[in-house]
C-alpha cells in the first residue's frame, strides 16, 4: 500500500531556531497537505499545495511540492514556544475511483526557551 | 462558527459493549471520513463516506461500523469485535471527490479518546 515516510521523527530545538521536516514516498500523489496537531486535539491544516513545484508560505511557515510529486517540506522560521506539537504531512492521491488521503507518522516539535 | 462537534471527548467502554461516536458537521461538506490515531502513529482510515447514505471501508474497518442517514452526522460504532479499541478517534469532513472542488483539504474534529474499562 501506499506509505509516507516523514521525518525527523521528533527534534528538540530552541526557541529562535529554523526548522525543517520532509515526507517522501515511492507513491505519486496530487495533493500535499501539512496539519499541526496540539495534545488531546484534532489536526489542524496549515498548509495546502496542489501543484508540482509549488512553494506555499503561510507566515513563519514554507512548504513545497516536491517537482516529482513524490515528496514535500515544511519549513518554520525563528521557532517560538506555540509551534511544539505534531506535524503531520499527507498526500493525497486516487485509488478506485476515490481520493485517498495518506498520513506520515509525524514529526514531534519540542523546543527550549 | 462552522466546523466538526465530536462527542463526546472522552468515553469508556466495556467488554463486550458496543459504543457510538457520534460527528456532526455544519460546514455543508459532502465527505465525511474515521480517523484512528494510536500513540505516536499518523492517523488511519477507518471508513469514509463520499454522499449520503452511501459508505466505503478504510484501510482498518473490521470491527466498526458507520451510517450516513444525513449529510450533518457520520456516527462511528465501535463494536465488540473489536479487540484494541483503545486509541484517539478523529472524525474530519471535505466537499468531496464530486463536488468542482474535490481537491479541497479535510478539516478534523477535536477527537473521541476511547478507552477500556
Known amino acids: 500500500g501506499q506509505q509516507l515516510n516523514q521525518s525527523p521523527q521528533s527534534m528538540f530545538i530552541q526557541e529562535g531556531e529554523d526548522v525543517s521536516m520532509n515526507c517522501t514516498s515511492s507513491?505519486?500523489?496530487?495533493?500535499w497537505l501539512w496539519y499541526k496537531q496540539d495534545p488531546g486535539e484534532g489536526p489542524v491544516l496549515l498548509i495546502a499545495?496542489?501543484?508540482?513545484?509549488e512553494l506555499t508560505s503561510n507566515g513563519r511557515l514554507t512548504a513545497q511540492f516536491g517537482i516529482t510529486r513524490k515528496d514535500s517540506f515544511l519549513n518554520i522560521s525563528a521557532s517560538i514556544p506555540s509551534d511544539v506539537g505534531i506535524y503531520f504531512c499527507a498526500g493525497r492521491l486516487r485509488v478506485q475511483g476515490a481520493q485517498k488521503l495518506v498520513f506520515g507518522q509525524g514529526t514531534r516539535l519540542t523546543i527550549n526557551p | 462558527d462552522g466546523g466538526i462537534t465530536q462527542s463526546p471527548k472522552y468515553l469508556f467502554r466495556k467488554e463486550g459493549q458496543n459504543v457510538t461516536l457520534s460527528c456532526e458537521q455544519n460546514l455543508n461538506h459532502d465527505a465525511m471520513y474515521w480517523y484512528r490515531q494510536d500513540p505516536g502513529q499518523g492517523l488511519r482510515l477507518i471508513y469514509y463516506s463520499q454522499i449520503v447514505n452511501d459508505f466505503q471501508k478504510g484501510d482498518i474497518a473490521e470491527g466498526y461500523s458507520v451510517s450516513r442517514e444525513k449529510k450533518e452526522s457520520f456516527p462511528l460504532t465501535v463494536t465488540s469485535a473489536q479487540k484494541n479499541p483503545t486509541a484517539f478517534y478523529l472524525c474530519?469532513?471535505?466537499?468531496?471527490?464530486?463536488?468542482?472542488?474535490?481537491?479541497?483539504?479535510?478539516?478534523f474534529g477535536d477527537g473521541t479518546r476511547l478507552s477500556i474499562l
Open positions: 499545495l496542489y501543484k508540482a513545484g
Open positions: 474530519a469532513s471535505s466537499m468531496g471527490d464530486r463536488s468542482p472542488y474535490g481537491n479541497r483539504p479535510q478539516h
Open positions: 507513491s505519486i500523489f496530487n495533493t
